[in-house]
């Protein structure tokens, strides 16, 4: 199985700001990553699909880039509702895990 | 509106069993692969099982094999997990997710709000 480790473990950070979170396969996973936000109390909504590709609805601050087994989260300038945990899954192989995940902190 | 509703979930006893529902809503349920992912209490997201459009194809993570089941019956745009030998490690908030497509798609794109599992004595 394809293991998926995100760093760093929390992020603190100022509104205005620029978040970039790591996203690390164990084997190469080729564009095959999607990124996921949950904020408390609530399902995860997908953010990115095939590393790069905004979902349905989700503002241009929000970026994906990489391939292979490195692969970035990027948040232009953070907004205060996006202060939240991001979870990064492969898509690539059965089973299709997720990474540990990231929160973003209010500093 | 596109909806996933869970249901079933409760309070059991260790080694006992439970069935989870999700109704979909919305969209053709017949074109999607259906997943069920869950999350323990303060903890990350775990992929558990996953059912292509018309149930060709069925996969389970090593932790829920043999013990969980997953199926699905279109004509009642539904998905379900059959549970059993639960154990306290199983207790969590269980998500019922769409694939943006059929079999390994690109992502899940719709999901329930989550039904609790608590297993416990």
């Known amino acids: 199985e394809i293991v998926l480790t995100q760093s760093p473990g929390t992020l603190s950070l100022s509104p205005g700001e620029r978040a970039t979170l790591s996203c690390r396969a164990s084997?190469?996973?080729?564009?095959?990553l999607a990124w996921y936000q949950q904020k408390p109390g609530q399902a995860p909504r997908l953010l990115i699909h095939d590393a790069s590709t905004r979902a349905t609805g989700i503002p241009a601050r929000f970026s994906g880039s990489g391939s292979g087994t490195d692969f970035t989260l990027t948040i232009s300038s953070l907004e205060p509702e996006d202060f939240a945990v991001y979870y990064c899954q492969q898509r690539s192989v059965w089973p299709p895990l997720f990474g540990g995940g990231t929160k973003v902190e209010i500093k | 509106e596109v909806q996933l509703v869970e249901s079933g979930g409760g309070l059991v006893k260790p080694g006992g069993s439970l069935r989870l529902s999700c109704a979909a809503s919305?969209?053709?349920?017949?074109?999607?692969?259906m997943n069920w992912v869950r999350q323990a209490p303060g903890k990350g997201l775990e992929w558990l099982s996953s059912?292509?459009?018309?149930?060709?194809?069925?996969h389970y993570a090593d932790s829920v094999k043999g013990r969980f089941t997953i199926s699905r019956d279109n004509a009642k745009n539904s998905v379900y997990l059959q549970m059993s030998s639960l154990r306290a490690e199983d207790t969590a908030i269980y998500y019922c997710?769409?694939?943006?497509?059929?079999?390994?798609?690109?992502?899940?794109?719709?999901w329930g709000q989550g039904t609790t599992v608590t297993v416990s004595s």
């Open positions: 059912i292509s459009s018309r149930n060709l194809n069925i």
């Open positions: 919305g969209f053709t349920f017949s074109d999607y692969s």
């Open positions: 084997q190469s996973v080729r564009s095959y």
């Open positions: 997710a769409r694939d943006t497509g059929d079999y390994l798609s690109n992502g899940m794109d719709v």
